[in-house]
């Protein structure tokens, strides 16, 4: 069917995939495809650089800074079911690949702008900082903002380091929470070892340091 609809098409209008249809067609179109906000765009190029997602950051740009109106989600009087909550992943993650891309191609101010941005519109007292917002500590520091990068490792860092402990004292898992935290310790501290918080990456790898045994028994 896809096939049939590249052929009838011909490309005179734009065919997009979101990022759960584009996993489930059957066909490998990862080196035709331009990220444009929360969507991919099928192009009739190749990706030069197979390793590295394809961004048009023009209007991504224009997509996630100014079209999308992210309506509500500041707002922690608004209920989200569990179901919604798991897109903030997704959105946050669009914003990341705005500001790496960005970042790439040397315009770091404007990284800082879509960083700044998602912050705003998806803030921590509405949705808790996630997996994604470990990427973002990173972008921070590459753009030029590590003291906000080290404000948000800090809250998430104590987090995880709450969460684990309860892991242990309980003896048990949920899911994959604690490996979930790990990863995120371990992201923050190479993030901010990498931007010259030296003291900072330290202290988030001894706290890794204290639950990984625990990991590798839960194995």
Request: hydrophobic share 40%; glycine share 4%.
């Amino acid at each position: 069917m896809l096939l049939d609809l590249l052929v009838t098409n011909n490309w005179e209008r734009p065919i997009y995939f979101n990022n759960t249809s584009l996993q489930s067609i059957g066909l490998d179109l990862s080196a035709y495809i331009a990220h444009e906000g929360t969507t991919y765009r099928l192009l009739p190029v190749r990706n030069p650089n197979p390793q590295q997602e394809l961004v048009n950051t023009e209007v991504m740009w224009e997509n996630v800074m100014n079209n999308f109106h992210w309506r509500q989600l500041d707002n922690p009087d608004v209920y989200y079911s569990e179901d919604y909550r798991n897109f903030i992943l997704n959105h946050r993650a669009a914003f990341n690949t705005l500001a790496g891309a960005l970042i790439d191609e040397g315009d770091e101010a404007r990284a800082l702008q879509a960083l700044h941005k998602s912050l705003e519109v998806m803030p921590d007292a509405t949705f808790e900082y996630d997996y994604a917002t470990a990427l973002t500590v990173q972008l921070l520091i590459e753009a030029g903002d590590v003291e906000r990068a080290s404000e948000i490792a800090s809250v998430m860092a104590a987090r995880a380091d709450e969460f684990l402990a309860y892991l242990n004292r309980e003896n048990r898992d949920i899911g994959n929470q604690r490996q979930y935290h790990l990863v995120i310790l371990n992201q923050l501290s190479r993030a901010l070892a990498a931007g010259g918080r030296e003291e900072e990456a330290m202290r988030y790898q001894q706290i890794l340091g204290k639950y990984y045994p625990a990991a590798l028994q839960q194995r």
